[in-house]
């Protein structure tokens, strides 16, 4: 059974983990194209009692570079580092090919804060003709946004990632997610001591805590709408149950306990309802479970194996994985029920599917000759774009933005978290230095 077959692989991979915990770091394994050329100065410190081990520049640097979309300058080309505009000489960095910079400073605040201090600029933006009044200096005519934003020591890392969020909206006009955070699952130990754990931190890996611990499996993490809770599925009790559990109270609770398998929870957009996996009826079948008064619907009626259930944007649809073609593949269904209809025809095998959040793409496994892949189906066109070259890729996760996946890959023998940009195909990676990490899940922007 296609279900049973995906938790052996998850299961054997999680057990060729190393020994220990670590903050994951960031290793870029892909080329890119298309980038936006863009210098970032390191920041000035001018705080009296010592450097801080938060480099906010490194920070903003490691963020923008993780969207695949900039190229930046190396610091050793730099013929200048300026902290202010007033300092830029704009003509060396045209000499340079820099479209953007970005110059900044951590400045003393009140009461023992700090002050990050920063300014974008466009290289190649022109005056307007004035009537032959006084002009302003050449660097307040090219800056683009230019920010003072208080904060304290422990903030610093996220103050950085405001910064890359204002930074990458105003040259995007797209939203940021750098304040997102993400879920995974990882494990240590040996075969016969194994220790599994969820665990939540930044989009960029720092910060995690361990939601749950456990000795036995746990899987399937997904994001409540306001990106508060997780629903999971836990073997702690030897057998598959789904849980909910909000993720700064740790307050849980158990939501599925049905005969047989429980799996692949999925949270409706508005947060009252699950999608799920249970065989409660015999079969593996898609239902829908109303959070608050338990009701169970069921959505799928087919004599073929139905799971990892995905809610469309408006909440209308459910895309899912079904074998009912012979092979594991991608179908679209409503939620009020009625005919399932196929959406992947290329490739050997699509599943893990997962919308977009503008509801036109979806994201997926795809399996071709080569392996398992990271891939995205254009809905209307039908037309799916490969994204990734691994041989063992799974657990697709759209950024909130829509702009990067997460997922899960296998490098040199241990589990990592790549990103992928959906518009050049440039990856990288969350390297958990020892251990073994997979199931990623992308949080929604908080509410």
């Known amino acids: 059974m296609y279900n049973m077959l995906r938790k052996i692989i998850f299961i054997s991979l999680v057990l060729i983990s190393s020994q220990a915990w670590a903050v994951l770091d960031i290793e870029i394994t892909g080329g890119v194209v298309g980038e936006q050329p863009i210098a970032i100065v390191p920041f000035s410190w001018e705080i009296p009692e010592g450097v801080a081990k938060t480099d906010v520049s490194r920070v903003l640097s490691a963020d923008l570079r993780r969207t695949g979309r900039f190229s930046q300058i190396p ?33 003393p605040g009140r009461n023992g804060t700090y002050l990050v201090q920063f300014q974008l600029f466009d290289i190649f933006r022109h005056s307007k003709i004035s009537d032959g009044g006084p002009s302003d200096p050449e660097y307040k005519i090219k800056q683009v946004i230019g920010y003072s934003l208080p904060t304290t020591k422990k903030d610093l890392r996220r103050t950085a990632h405001y910064m890359s969020d204002l930074i990458y909206e105003a040259l995007t006009g797209q939203k940021g997610v750098f304040r997102t955070r993400i879920a995974y699952v990882t494990a240590k130990g040996t075969i016969n001591d194994r220790k599994y754990a969820l665990k939540v931190a930044d989009m960029d890996g720092y910060n995690p805590a361990t939601i749950l611990s456990s000795n036995q499996p746990v899987m399937s993490p997904s994001w409540s709408p306001d990106a508060r809770r997780l629903a999971y599925v836990s073997f702690e009790n030897k057998k598959a149950q789904i849980f909910i559990q909000d993720v700064d109270t740790g307050k849980r609770y158990l939501v599925a306990d049905q ?109 071709n000759q080569e392996g398992y892949h990271i891939a ?3 809905i209307e066109a039908g037309i799916i774009k490969v994204l990734t070259n691994g041989s063992l890729d799974e657990s697709p996760s759209f950024a909130p933005n829509g702009s990067m996946i997460l997922f899960a890959a296998s490098n040199r023998g241990r589990g990592v978290l790549s990103v992928v940009s959906v518009d050049n195909n440039a990856t990288q990676s969350l390297v958990l230095q020892q251990g073994d990490v997979r199931e990623p899940a992308w949080a ?3 509410k």
């Not at 995905?310 to 079904?322: K, M």
């Open 75 to 107: 610091e050793k080309n730099f013929l200048e580092h300026p902290h202010h505009g007033g300092e830029v000489n704009f003509e060396k960095w045209r000499e340079l090919g820099v479209e953007n910079l970005v110059v900044g400073r951590v400045r």
């Open 444 to 446: 929604p922007y908080r």
């Open 376 to 378: 995205m189906l254009d």
């Open 259 to 367: 005969r047989g398998i429980n799996n692949a929870p999925s949270w409706s957009p508005d947060g009252k309802k699950l999608a799920l996996t249970l065989s409660r009826d015999g079969n593996l079948e898609i239902y829908t479970l109303d959070i608050s008064s338990k009701r169970l619907r069921r959505v799928t009626r087919n004599t073929a194996i139905d799971t990892e259930a995905n809610w469309s944007p408006d909440g209308q649809s459910i895309v899912f994985t079904s074998d009912r073609s012979g092979r594991p593949q991608v179908y679209r269904i409503r939620v009020a029920g009625g005919r399932a209809e196929r959406l992947t025809f290329q490739g050997k095998e699509n599943a893990r599917p997962g919308y977009s959040p503008d509801g036109k793409k979806i994201a997926l496994v795809h399996k």
